[in-house]
């Protein structure tokens, strides 16, 4: 997989809200992308975080769980339509542009944070052209954790994408068992030399993987660390994109399109139908 080219974290990135719920704490990074910087369950961390050794050199793309928005993996070298006004974005995956602009900016609260659920927003501005407003909300109970996103607009109407990038440890101690993850996809998207898919759909394959998957019922997948914990993701979209090519993490991604799908398969956000989707993470202990 091409690697992304490194860039500074946002502004305003130490500004934690700890969330709260038993023996899990939940820790949001509205500075940083509005990401997930942590999630532990009885000490225990799940995720890479920024100062793990695999995060280093990747920028803001590569730890935490960080939402895909206002777009999710790869634009065709940054160019999509929108009716008749063509528009380029950015390319900061050569040649491609990637992971939309929440993960670049500050978030703002939503309203005041509570113990165990926080809700944050950003206006879009350039180099999206178009008005419009993104709001996270996390909510965190002991057993799970249901994330929101939504994309509204006010004024011109625009397609759009949301989805989120968690970057899950492969192993969850140094002796423990490594990750396996437990999915059936109605297809697989074949994928071009470009990363990007052809438009052909074939019958999965086995991994490494650095592929987006057809899931027509809504995403359903389960990482197992045998032993330790098992994390069942599910999600109100069709889509997930599998990468697990590197040895410490692997990403399990849900997203409202395949990638370049704002070209391919647009949903258009209007004044009076905004796009909101929804994850949820529950975990289990043997």
Known sequence: MPRPAA????????DAVLLTAGEVEATVLPGD??????????????????????AQGEGVFGYGSFPMVPWAGRIDHGRWRNGGEMHALPV????????????????????????TSAAFYYDLADPWPYAGRVTQLFELTPESLRTTLSVETAEVSF?????????????????????????????????GSDH???????????????????LPYGVAATLVWE???????????????????LDDALCVEPQTGPPNGINTAPRLVTPIDPLEVGTVWTWRRP
Not at 227 to 245: K, N, Q, R, Y
């Open 227 to 245: 032993g330790e914990l098992s994390l069942e993701i599910t999600a109100g979209c069709d889509w997930l994109v599998v990468f697990d090519e």
């Open 92 to 115: 900061d995956m050569p040649p491609h542009a990637i992971h939309g602009t929440g993960v670049r900016s500050a978030w703002s609260p939503a309203a005041p944070a509570r113990a």
């Open 7 to 14: 860039s500074a974290p946002a502004a305003g990135q130490t």
């Open 33 to 54: 992308g509005c990401r997930l910087g942590s999630l532990r369950i009885g000490g225990t961390e799940l995720l890479r975080t920024r100062t793990d050794p695999g």
């Open 196 to 214: 990007l898919p052809t438009g052909n759909r074939i019958s999965p394959t086995g991994g490494p993987y650095d592929d987006c998957f057809g």
């Open 159 to 191: 397609p759009a994408m949301a989805g989120w990038h968690p970057w899950f440890r492969k192993q969850l101690s140094p002796d423990g068992a490594r990750a396996r993850l437990d999915f059936e996809p109605a297809w697989q998207e074949e994928r």
